[in-house]
Structures are given as structure tokens and as C-alpha cells.
């Protein structure tokens, strides 16, 4: 489980936290924009769409095998943030998850208290925290430009 213990060290580190989320704020593209976030990434996409001004927020937020409903990850307040469910109202967000992925093994985010999220279970075969194996499914792909078209 050392993917968890990125995300443990990633969450206590208030100083790490502030220096990626810089370091990838400088290089984002001009709006619009998709931003996908797999893993520790979906942390770090989530925390970054917090932060962003409206008028530079991504189109589409997609989180896949997301440790963001993990108690310990729901009760950290990251940077600061509050009212994330009003994140989920700024622009969609999509999940994706594997029931069998040690990581999102407990489900989707929808119900965990971050707003109007849509939520799609998948399976991954084998490679259950495989990045590639979550983008691979055409239901994601079809939610993604349903979404991308509202």
C-alpha cells in the first residue's frame, strides 16, 4: 500500500502541498481545459481546482482511482479549502472507480459530502489502479463530451 503512504506524506506536508500545486498552476494551458487526476494526482487536481480563480478553472474536473473518500483524506482540510461542494458547481466533476482498487475502494465521491459529482464504477480487470485502465473505458469517455457539450 505504498500509494497510500504518498498520499499520507502528500496531506502532511503543508510546504510539498504548496510547492506542487505552484509548480503546476504555472503551467497550466489557457481555459478551456481538462483536468484529470489519477491517484495522489486526484488530490492534487482537486486541491488545485479549489484554489483556481473562475475564470481559470478547468471545463471538466475527472478524478480516477481517488483516495478523496478516505476518512483521513475527507477530514484534512486541504489548504485550506472549504465548501467544496461548491467546487462541484463550478464546473463538472467525474470519477472514476474500481471497486477492487485498493486506493477507491470504497466508492464513488458522490455521496461523500464534495457536492454534485458523477460517479462511474468500472472494472479494471487485474490492473485495478491502473491510470491507463481507467481511461480506457468508453463510458468515461462518453460522460466526459456529454459533459464537455452541456
Known sequence: MGGLQEVWDYIDDKRRRSTTLAAIACQLPPVPFILWGHSLGSVIAFELAAHLPARAAPALLVTSGSPLNLRKVRANPLSGVRGWSILSRAFPWINVYDGFDHI???????????????????????????????????????????????
Request: charged share 30%.
Open 104 to 150: 477507491a475502494k470504497y466508492g464513488g465521491l458522490s455521496e461523500a459530502g464534495y457536492g454534485p459529482i458523477t460517479d462511474i464504477q468500472v472494472r479494471n480487470g487485474g490492473r485495478f489502479h491502473s491510470g491507463n485502465r481507467y481511461l480506457g473505458h468508453d463510458d468515461v469517455w462518453r460522460e466526459m463530451d456529454r459533459q464537455l457539450r452541456r
